[in-house]
């Protein structure tokens, strides 16, 4: 687990994941592999899904594996049309990268309670949700009596 997240964020720091937004809905990682590929070889591609409609969220993450490439790719692809839209082309940030690290391990056919750090991550949700019904409920009280 700890080599997965150490390996992206050695891709981060060394600049070789772009973020793309602005993508049509008609979009596919098809699509935007071939798009990024004429600058040079792609590692990864992460279109994530909006599951409630289906569709993808409007934005991909393309995980180049040389940082000229990524520049290159940046430089040449901002700005430019993909299926009659315009889409933004830049670095990916810190944060954005967690949810390529995230989708990489589920790639990997690998479920994502399988390891501790899952439940840990829900059990500090429930943690924080009882904790914040207990001060509701105090403050519920304390109107009621006021």
Do not use: C
């Not at 150490?6 to 592999?33: F, W």
């Not at 040079?40 to 940082?67: C, K, Q």
């Not at 990268?97 to 589920?106: E, W």
């Amino acid at each position: 687990m700890e080599s997965a997240a150490a390996s992206s964020s050695a891709a981060l720091a060394s600049k070789r994941v772009v973020y793309v937004g602005g993508i049509p809905d008609e979009a596919t990682e098809h699509l935007i592999r071939a798009a990024f590929v004429p600058f040079g070889n792609i590692s990864n591609v992460y279109l994530p899904m909006d599951y409630v409609n289906g569709t993808h969220r409007g934005f991909a993450f393309v995980e180049m594996e040389e940082p000229d490439d990524a520049s290159e790719a940046i430089f040449n692809m901002d700005g430019a049309e993909l299926l009659s839209r315009t889409i933004r082309v830049s670095l990916a940030q810190p944060n954005q990268l967690n949810k390529l690290h995230q989708t990489s391990r589920t790639a990997n056919n690998t479920a994502i309670w399988s390891s501790d750090e899952w439940f840990q991550q829900q059990q500090q949700q429930e943690e924080g949700q009882k904790a914040d019904n207990d001060v509701a409920k105090t403050d519920l009280a304390a109107l009621q009596e006021y």
